[in-house]
């Protein structure tokens, strides 16, 4: 079985400051990880993925993860954020069959 | 290519009533799902497809049934709904372990 924790339902921060979303993850199998960015009444879109090879993965607007194995971790960072990037956030584990199990979220809320 | 579309796009129903929420990829990917998702709770599967004429249940099942005939097609049908099933629902394909993709999303209330 698998599972995802995020424990952070909220977190404010202010515009051009740096952020850190927590995921955390358990599973049996070797995972496949990513995170999803929903926008306010739309689905949800990949911003990043990990799947193998360097546990340091980038998105095009700047956002990374790291991928530790040791703490079964998938944290979201990026260090200086938008107003932009005002979004709720969700951390998914995948290893076997495409199914993904989804974390429960994380509301990005960047203020002026 | 148009994704992956969802209609309707909003939905209100009384309880008992049936209806189908319809799901269509032109990706050619053989792995389909359906989510639903509710305040707090991220996103819970329902049921999931890796192929035409096979489905499996996922997380939250109950009150809820699939079929698959085409690729292309993945329909949800709730044959009588609750007002438990209020909610966002997200259907999603892909393939081979990587990423999903997802459609818009359809709001249904159940008064």
């Known amino acids: 079985a698998q599972s995802v924790t995020q424990l952070d339902s909220q977190v404010p921060v202010f515009e051009e400051a740096p952020v850190e979303l927590r995921c955390n993850y358990s599973s049996s199998v070797s995972v496949y990880l990513f995170w999803y960015v929903q926008y306010p009444n739309q689905g949800l879109q990949l911003l990043l993925k990990y799947l193998s090879g360097s546990t340091l993965v980038e998105s095009i607007n700047g956002f990374e993860a790291e991928f530790n194995k040791s703490q079964t971790s998938f944290h979201l960072r990026k260090p200086s954020v938008h107003i932009s990037d005002t979004a709720e956030y969700f951390c998914a584990v995948g290893g076997g069959g495409n199914k993904l199990t989804f974390g429960t979220g994380t509301q990005l809320k960047v203020e002026l | 290519n148009a994704g992956v579309t969802q209609t309707p796009k909003f939905q209100v129903l009384k309880t008992g009533q049936s209806m189908t929420l319809q799901c269509a990829q032109d990706m050619n990917h053989e792995y389909m799902s359906w989510y639903r998702q509710d305040p707090g709770m991220g996103l819970r599967l329902i049921h999931y497809s890796v192929g035409a004429g096979i489905t499996d249940q996922g997380e939250v099942p109950n009150g809820y049934n699939v079929s698959r005939s085409t690729t292309e097609d993945f329909p949800l049908r709730l044959l009588s709904a609750a007002p438990s099933q209020t909610s966002v629902y997200f259907c999603?394909?892909?393939?081979?372990?990587?990423?999903?993709?997802f459609g818009p999303g359809t709001r249904l209330t159940v008064l």
């Open positions: 999603a394909s892909g393939q081979n372990n990587n990423e999903q993709f």
